[in-house]
């Protein structure tokens, strides 16, 4: 089949690839000419494993091909024409403009047997009004009606081809599809994903989509609040978790406690889910929560390494460990490391950051000023008085803590994403500060001496104890 995806960012660039790996014949459309360029010559324009060598494999066997938007010929021939292009307003909230000027210029060019899908991730008032929108543009130029279906993604960043091959579940939201003929061409499309097809309206899979990601956000805010109940009570969430994860009604996903979620899916649509629906007059407490709970998160994180220097952080050098918004991508949209690092330098800390992707440790800096960049973690560490793990790298898990602790002016790490062992952490000699993993150390007073370089500090036994 003949498919053409409009938009190359992560969605449509990950679409367009799968759909080349399972045999269709992909054109994609993209309007920004730098992006295009590193495309065609097999460079992406953001890091996703496994995705780059796919792109490369496709284009060679000639299945995948990258054209600018004003090739007329790559909408007119395809069978279907899929819409991923972005949606976000930079600022937190909705933009639907992008998508209304690629509607406008695309669907009149449509071949009259053709499909519309669109891809990306839109607010519910406005998936209701496509059907209108496209088939309005048809009638403007005197052409027939095209099916118009919404089929939403559910990828990961980091682990994003998998979940393109083998998804959970595909959705085909249908709103305006009178002979059928968009759900067989859909069916058709994802024939090789031996994964459910779910045939529903298209607002129901809008609000599928907006669900999954709402779920997902709660039950994060939900083991944030579990932590603070086991810190109260003197237990460790992360054991609390691994029991829960065996109940079959819960599952142990998406329950690490810590600093919270960021990126351009969860805090977005939490957001502007809250901000619709009150402004719809319906009050949505959970939603509410979920938000609330994830801003605290960061707020405490800055708080215990506040304590962790002896309650001011003004002069104190902290290292931060890792700023993406998690492992596996270079991703910093939303990314707590911002908001904590921010927080850091308004209290007069000194800042200095590590992250494996040095390319955006190097943007993170010029998003916030004042951020110094280091290029491995021990030389983030060096002089340091308290250690932040924000980004759960594996790296981190691996490092050399004792080395760390010597190179070290202070030993103490508040670790953000309960990534890093305690008893390990404690036996190199630090005081560990985790999140819901027992009492909440207290930082031995002679630690804070300016010459505690050297300072043995064993971890409290409440920290260590699993
Ligand atoms: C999310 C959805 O998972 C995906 O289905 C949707 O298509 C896009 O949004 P993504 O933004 O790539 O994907 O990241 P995800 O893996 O969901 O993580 C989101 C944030 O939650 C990250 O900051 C992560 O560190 C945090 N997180 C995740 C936790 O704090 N605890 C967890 O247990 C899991």
Not at 148 to 172: H, K, Y
Request: aromatic share 6%.
């Amino acid at each position: 089949m003949r498919a053409t995806v409009i938009g190359l960012g992560y969605v449509g660039l990950v679409t367009a690839t799968g759909l080349a790996e399972w045999g269709h014949q992909v054109t994609g459309v993209e309007a920004s000419d730098s992006r295009l360029r590193s495309l065609r010559i097999g460079r992406l324009p953001f890091f996703e494993p496994g995705l780059a060598e796919l792109v490369t494999a496709n284009v060679r066997a000639g299945r995948l091909g990258f054209v600018p938007v004003d090739r007329a010929d790559a909408i007119g021939e395809a069978d279907v024409v899929i819409t991923a292009v972005g949606t976000h307003d930079g600022n937190g909230g909705w933009q639907t403009a992008t998508m209304q000027a690629c509607l406008s210029q695309v669907v009149p060019q449509m071949a009259d047997g053709a499909v519309l899908v669109v891809r990306s991730t839109l607010p519910p008032e406005y998936v209701r009004t496509l059907g209108e929108i496209a088939n309005g543009l048809r009638r403007e130029v005197g052409r027939p009606a095209i099916p118009v279906l919404l089929n939403p993604e559910f990828t990961q960043e980091g682990r994003a081809v998998s979940d393109f091959m083998e998804p959970d579940r595909i959705v085909m939201g249908v709103i305006s599809d009178p002979d059928g003929r968009g759900q067989a061409r859909l069916a058709e499309l994802y024939e090789k994903a031996l994964a459910p097809m779910l045939v529903m309206d298209g607002v129901d899979a809008c609000l599928s989509k907006l669900g999954a990601n709402l779920f997902l956000a709660t039950k994060i805010s939900f083991a944030n609040e579990l932590a603070h109940l086991c810190e109260t009570f003197g237990a460790d969430v992360v054991e609390v978790v691994r029991a829960l994860s065996h109940d079959s009604r819960i599952g142990g996903k998406f329950l690490r406690a810590g600093v919270g979620f960021g990126g351009s899916c969860l805090p977005h649509q939490v957001a502007m889910t809250v901000h619709t629906a009150e402004l719809a007059g319906l009050d949505v407490p959970v939603l509410r929560a979920v938000h609330q709970v994830n801003a605290r998160q960061r707020a405490l994180f800055v708080e215990r390494l506040t304590q962790a220097v002896g309650g001011s952080l003004d002069g104190r050098r902290i290292a931060l460990l890792g700023l993406t918004f998690k492992p596996d991508t270079d991703d910093l949209r939303d990314a707590p490391s911002l908001t904590i690092a921010r927080s850091l330098l308004e209290a007069g800390a000194t800042v200095v950051a590590y992250d494996p992707m040095l390319a955006a440790a190097e943007r993170a800096a010029s998003l916030v000023p004042g951020l110094v960049i280091a290029d491995t973690a021990l030389a983030a560490l060096e002089g340091a008085d308290a250690a932040g793990l924000v980004t759960e790298w594996r790296e981190f898990a691996d490092l050399d803590w004792p080395t760390a602790r010597s190179v070290m002016r202070r030993p103490v790490v508040v670790d953000g994403r309960n990534a890093l062992e305690p008893r390990e952490l404690g036996a190199a000699g630090f005081t560990y500060i985790g999140f819901g993993r027992g009492l909440v150390p207290q930082v031995p007073p002679q630690t804070m001496r300016p010459s505690a370089a050297t300072d043995g500090v064993a971890i409290t036994a409440s920290a260590a104890s699993h």
